[in-house]
């Protein structure tokens, strides 16, 4: 007798513990009837009636990842791979839908974004389809979003992750990239070296115009004191003819003076006549004693009418 009821009891175990199952966190459960729809169960311990109800499938309720390499042509007629990044998860309250709507969700969605992506990048330049990333995963998000909520579906996020040109357009780019950058650099020296040449210029003629002042204040200084060397020797009775003759001697002697001063000095009299440089003194000299005996005579002539 005992040994009938070991498998009665063994069997009604197993129906109990069949009555119950586990729906992980952030997760739905399916469970049918005879086949039929029965009902949705959410995370925590739940009961099923043995035998009659099974959980015909599980959803995850978290935020899932689809990542989509499409190959297209831009405007330019050039051919680039773009990795497309789809984050997309389950609706809690539309879990029905995605379960029995849609067998399989990811490739519905890898076609929404092949046909957004290349209706969107052949309108534009490759330049372009770099600028505008954001405008293209916009475009997949929008459309993605009308066709996916009817399934159960909400996209979360599309984001263009990379964009890949061929090798030889990347090639192509990074030559035109060095070229405008040596051009830049360039037009940066040749600046630079223009301003160098203006500053120096412009340094070169502040400089000349400072000299030029210095000799015409040299010359005027020069001029005001022959003037007043002129005055000093009028008043001890020396006319202005002689104070001239008398002026021209002194600096004769003292160009003398300077350039003998000097040990690595040359000095070159001209014309080339041994009898040159002292015919010239002895013009000077006579012209000083011409004009002297001129002065003496011009102040006899006075005397002489006063009396």
């Known amino acids: 007798m005992s040994f009938f009821y070991i498998p009665f009891y063994f069997l009604a175990a197993l129906i109990v513990f069949a009555a119950?199952?586990?729906?992980?966190?952030?997760?739905?459960?399916?469970?049918?009837?005879?086949?039929?729809?029965?009902?949705?169960?959410?995370?925590?311990?739940q009961l099923k009636i043995p035998l009659i109800d099974r959980v015909a499938g599980r959803l995850s309720l978290k935020i899932q990842q689809l990542d989509v390499i499409v190959e297209t042509k831009t405007l330019d007629d050039v051919f680039v791979r773009l990795k497309v990044s789809v984050q997309y998860k389950v609706i809690r309250e539309k879990v029905y839908e995605a379960f029995y709507k849609l067998d399989y969700p990811q490739d519905q969605i890898t076609s929404y974004v092949f046909d957004v992506v290349r209706a969107e990048v052949p309108k534009m330049k490759l330049?372009?389809?770099?600028?505008k990333k954001d405008d293209i995963a916009i475009a997949v998000k929008t459309e993605l979003n009308e066709a996916m909520m009817e399934y159960g579906y909400d996209i979360i996020k599309t984001l263009v992750t990379d964009i890949d040109p061929d090798e030889q357009v990347k090639q192509a780019m990074n030559r035109i990239n060095a070229s405008e950058r040596e051009k830049i650099a360039a037009q940066f020296e040749g600046d630079a070296a223009r301003i160098l040449i203006v500053e120096k210029a412009k340094a070169e003629a502040e400089s000349k115009r400072l000299q030029g002042q210095g000799i015409a204040d040299q010359r005027r200084e020069i001029a005001r004191g022959l003037e007043e060397s002129v005055e000093v020797l009028n008043k001890v009775g020396i006319n202005s003819?002689?104070?001239?003759?008398?002026?021209?001697?002194?600096?004769?002697?003292?160009?003398?003076?300077?350039?003998?001063?000097?040990?690595?000095?040359n000095l070159i009299l001209l014309p080339n006549s041994p009898q040159a440089g002292s015919n010239m003194l002895n013009d000077m000299v006579?012209?000083?004693?011409a004009s002297n005996q001129i002065g003496e005579a011009m102040k006899n002539q006075k005397s002489k009418k006063g009396e």
Not at 127 to 131: A, G, K, M, S, T
Not at 286 to 289: E, G, H, L, M
């Open 20 to 45: 119950f199952f586990i729906v992980k966190q952030q997760s739905a459960a399916v469970v049918e009837r005879f086949g039929k729809f029965q009902s949705i169960r959410h995370s925590g311990l």
């Open 127 to 131: 330049d372009d389809v770099f600028v």
């Open 241 to 265: 003819q002689e104070a001239s003759a008398l002026i021209v001697v002194t600096q004769h002697y003292d160009t003398l003076q300077s350039i003998g001063g000097e040990s690595n000095s």
């Open 286 to 289: 006579a012209s000083f004693t």
